[in-house]
Nanobody, 125 residues
Framework: VQLQACGGGLVQAGDSLRLSCVAS????????LGWFRQAPGKEREIVAA????????YSADSVMGRFTISRDNARNTVYLQMNSMKPEDTAVYYC???????????????????WGQGTLVTVSS
């Protein structure tokens, strides 16, 4: 599956932004999905993840209560709604997909085998 992320940009602290990731080639309905981010000089880290049917989600402690992952299988799209943004949220954000036959979500980089190209999010103070 090919993934295309978009929606990044420059915002101020406290603002909101929604990232989208559209899939092509295959239906996303058979994939668990995740959003990751990578700041300069740091390793790629999990932000949020969602199971194939959307019934289970995960949010990293650093974004808990501020970011929400959701999916629309009919539109072959996964979203990341980001509210109350902070300067430390500045990073390149990546969407990722893992073919899944179950109802779990996945939080490790190594578990995903399809990645989008990344979209830059910059939060100014």
């Amino acid at each position: 599956v090919q993934l295309q992320a978009c929606g990044g940009g420059l915002v101020q602290a406290g603002d909101s932004l929604r990232l989208s990731c559209v899939a092509s080639g295959r239906t996303l309905a058979r994939y668990a999905l995740g959003w990751f981010r990578q700041a300069p000089g740091k390793e790629r880290e999990i932000v949020a993840a969602i199971s194939r049917n959307g019934g289970s989600t995960y949010s990293a402690d650093s974004v808990m209560g501020r970011f929400t992952i959701s999916r629309d299988n009919a539109r072959n799209t996964v979203y990341l709604q980001m509210n109350s943004m902070k300067p430390e949220d500045t990073a390149v954000y990546y969407c990722a997909a893992k073919f899944s036959g179950g109802s779990a979500y996945y939080i490790a980089v190594a578990e995903y085998n399809s990645w989008g190209q990344g979209t830059l999010v910059t939060v100014s103070s």
